[in-house]
Structure formats: structure tokens, C-alpha cells
């Protein structure tokens, strides 16, 4: 490398030796006071209620779940209607005209 | 929050003519986690330059560094309650500072790339939005003012991790032991990063010798 421009980039180089520290406005510490002051209190939720949710959550689902299942696994019509007349579990109300129409009508 | 003017001076004029060492500076901190608000105006006294003047050096321009000076002090004063003593409150600080400056350098880089869909001028002033002028930095004498904004320039084209070791060690002036506490890394690794940056700087500038000297 040429000496001259091996100098100038020493000289570049070395230009921060005897730099001082820069020193902000001194009025900005009343803006941090200002920020603190509108800065509103940060929402802490614990990790404990954290969890409380996720289970609350959890067990709404394994309910909703369940009652799903059971809706879906609750005997038909039909299959009602066998029992019935297998068993033959018939009313034996004094109505005329009632849904039935089994063999005793 | 709430001193007085005159309790602002007095204890402003009292800290700025006194430097305090590391302990008393955790002195100083440890009050402040306790709710003493003098004590906080005091830590801030003596810490306030040396995050001034890093985050300056990274982004080159003193409005964003002030910006980014509040935001340290406050994001330190909001979680002065997490703050663990493994590290010292000082190396703490400026772990925050080297953060906010890489954070808002990537925005502005982010900014930059999408220049194209946006102005690339100020509608008032005219001014260019997103090519800082060459900067000058307030603490260099005025015959290097010319050499070291050309620095700052070269400084800027390095790798986040090699910048963040130059800053730190060459204009910050910390030892490499210490700026290895503020990065996280082995000291051996900080030695590496400032070896690298300066082959890189030297490099840099060996380009830019002849648009410097014509």
C-alpha cells in the first residue's frame, strides 16, 4: 500500500483517540419524567393465573367435548322405538289422538 | 417524580462535578430500587453520557440518540425490580443501549428498502428522510471532525457484532473484559471481532482514499 494513503488511514483511524464523551440536552431528563409519568403501570398477570386460565380452558373444552359425544351417542328414534315394543312399553294414558300408534290403538 | 427545580439543580451541579466509582454507582442504584427518586435523578447524572454517546455512535445522529438515551432510562427504570446483580447496573445499561440502537439502526434499514414506495424527501423541509448528512460528532476536536465523520461512516458499513465491539472498546473506551460482559461473549471473541473490524475499516477506508483525497 502506498505510504500516503497508509498515513491518512492511520490518521482516520486514530481521529476518535482524544474524543470526549458527547453529552445529551440537558433538559432531557424532564422528558423521561414526563414519559414515566404518562407511562401507564404495565398489566402484570401472574404465571399462576396464566395457568389457571389455560386450564379453565382446557376443562370447558373437555366438557363441551363430552357433551358433544354424548349428544352424539344418545339412542335415535328408532332404536327407541324398538326398546318400546320389545318391552313393550306402551302408555297407557286415556288419550285418543296421542303420537302413538302402537297396536293397542 | 416529583423534585423540585431547585432539588434538580443542586443535585444535578453535586453529580456533575463528581464521577462516582462502579460500587457507589450500584449504591446509587440499589436506592433507586427502592423508590428514592433523588437517587435515580443521580444514577442518571452519571450514567446519562456514556448511553448518550454509544447510542451516537450508532446511529449517527444526536435527535435519535436522545430518543433512544430516553428510552433506555425509562425501560431502566420500569424493570429496575428484574434487574439481577450478576452483571454490573452499568454493563446492564449498556446492554440496553447497544439493543435500542441496533433496534432502531434495522428499522431505519427496513425504511430505507421500501424508500422507493415512499417519499424519499420531507414534504417540508426537503430534506433527504433517510440518508443521514455527514455526521459530526460533538466530542472530537475540531481538526479530526473531518477524519472521524469519515469513520463514523466506515463504522456503519460493519457487521452489527464487530460495530457493537469497535463502539464499545474504541469510542466508549471499555476494556475488552467489559465490553465481553455487555455482549455476552468470551473476551477471546471480542478480540476477534476487533480484529476483524479493523481489517474491515482499514479496507473500507482504502477504497474511499481517493474520493477523500482527490
Known amino acids: ?10 490518521e482516520v483511524m486514530g481521529s476518535l483517540d482524544d474524543a470526549q464523551r458527547a453529552e445529551p440536552n440537558p433538559f432531557l431528563f424532564t422528558r423521561i419524567e414526563q414519559r ?15 395457568w389457571l386460565a389455560a386450564a379453565s380452558f382446557a376443562l370447558l373444552i373437555l366438557l363441551n367435548g363430552q357433551l358433544i359425544r354424548q349428544k352424539l351417542a344418545s339412542p335415535t328414534e328408532n332404536s ?6 320389545d318391552m313393550q312399553l306402551y302408555p297407557t294414558g286415556n288419550q285418543l289422538y296421542s303420537g302413538w300408534s302402537g297396536p293397542n290403538y | 417524580m416529583g423534585l423540585t427545580q431547585n432539588t434538580y439543580f443542586c443535585v444535578s451541579l453535586f453529580y456533575a462535578v463528581t464521577a462516582l466509582t462502579t460500587t457507589e454507582l450500584d449504591e446509587l442504584f440499589k436506592a433507586t430500587q ?31 440518540a436522545e430518543e433512544i438515551t430516553q ?23 449498556y446492554r440496553i443501549t447497544v439493543n435500542k440502537s441496533l433496534d432502531l439502526l434495522r428499522h431505519k434499514k427496513r425504511q430505507k428498502r421500501f424508500a422507493f414506495l415512499t417519499s424519499l424527501f420531507d414534504a417540508e423541509t426537503g430534506e433527504v428522510i433517510h440518508e443521514p ?27 452489527d457484532k464487530q ?19 455487555v455482549m455476552t461473549i468470551s473476551v477471546g471473541a471480542v478480540e476477534s471481532l476487533l480484529q476483524r473490524a479493523n481489517e474491515n475499516l482499514k ?6 482514499y481517493k474520493l477523500a483525497r482527490p
Do not use: C
Not at chain 2, 428510552?71 to 452499568?90: K, L, N, Y
Not at chain 2, 481538526?143 to 457487521?159: H, M, V
Not at chain 2, 457493537?164 to 465490553?179: C, D, F, H, K, P
Open chain 1, 1 to 10: 500500500m502506498e505510504p500516503e494513503k497508509e498515513q491518512w488511514i492511520r
Open chain 1, 36 to 50: 414515566l409519568k404518562l407511562a401507564r403501570p404495565a398489566a402484570y398477570v401472574s404465571t399462576r393465573m396464566v
Open chain 1, 80 to 85: 327407541l322405538n324398538t326398546v318400546v315394543s
Open chain 2, 34 to 64: 427502592q423508590g428514592d427518586e433523588k437517587a435515580f435523578r443521580a444514577f442518571y447524572e452519571q450514567t446519562k453520557a456514556r448511553v448518550f454517546n454509544t447510542a451516537l455512535s450508532y446511529v449517527r445522529n444526536p435527535e435519535d
Open chain 2, 71 to 93: 428510552d433506555v432510562f425509562v425501560e431502566a427504570f420500569q424493570s429496575i425490580s428484574e434487574f439481577r446483580a450478576e452483571a454490573g447496573v452499568v454493563t446492564w445499561l
Open chain 2, 133 to 159: 448528512a455527514d455526521f459530526v460528532h460533538p466530542g472530537v476536536a475540531l481538526e479530526q471532525q473531518e477524519n472521524a465523520a469519515i469513520l463514523f461512516r466506515a463504522i456503519d458499513k460493519l457487521a
Open chain 2, 163 to 181: 460495530k457493537t465491539a469497535y463502539i464499545l472498546t474504541r469510542v466508549e473506551g471499555l476494556s475488552n473484559i467489559e465490553a465481553a460482559e
Open chain 2, 203 to 208: 479496507k473500507q477506508l482504502a477504497g474511499w
